[in-house]
């Protein structure tokens, strides 16, 4: 049984910076999906940013491109998402979320995340 733990978040401060990790426990099969998606009250989940565990190919939303890294440690199995020059809209409960793929593309579409970690707080402060 495959799982996600997620770290980080936290209070920041607008224009600062942000990582988080998400340690994927339990995944044999290397050809996986690993995304990071946000949520805020009342609105529909967000994708942030994705990346192919087994191709390394990546994919960022549109409200962080060239704000935001995605990256995966081989050797620990751990997904980071840094973003920075935060910004107010950036506050939001961050999921990690994951699921096996034959292909080596990962769209930031929920839907096709079958594993979702508990989430991770993060506000963000002027």
């Known amino acids: 049984q495959a799982t996600l733990t997620e770290s980080g978040g936290g209070p920041v401060q607008v224009g600062g910076s942000l990582r988080l990790s998400c340690v994927l426990s339990?995944?044999?099969?290397?050809?996986?999906?690993v995304a990071w998606f946000r949520q805020t009250p009342n609105q529909e989940r967000e994708g942030v940013a994705s990346?192919?565990?087994?191709?390394?190919?990546?994919a960022y939303g549109d409200s962080v491109k060239g704000r935001a890294t995605i990256s995966h440690d081989a050797g620990k199995d751990e997904i980071s998402l840094e973003i920075t020059d935060l910004r107010v809209d950036d506050a939001a409960v961050y999921y990690c979320?994951?699921?096996?793929?034959?292909?080596?593309?990962?769209?930031?579409?929920?839907?096709?995340?079958?594993?979702w970690g508990q989430g991770i707080q993060v506000t963000v402060s002027a």
């Open positions: 339990g995944a044999y099969y290397s050809s996986r999906c």
């Open positions: 979320a994951s699921y096996r793929t034959p292909g080596w593309t990962c769209p930031l579409e929920a839907a096709n995340y079958k594993l």
């Open positions: 990346i192919h565990r087994g191709g390394g190919r990546t």
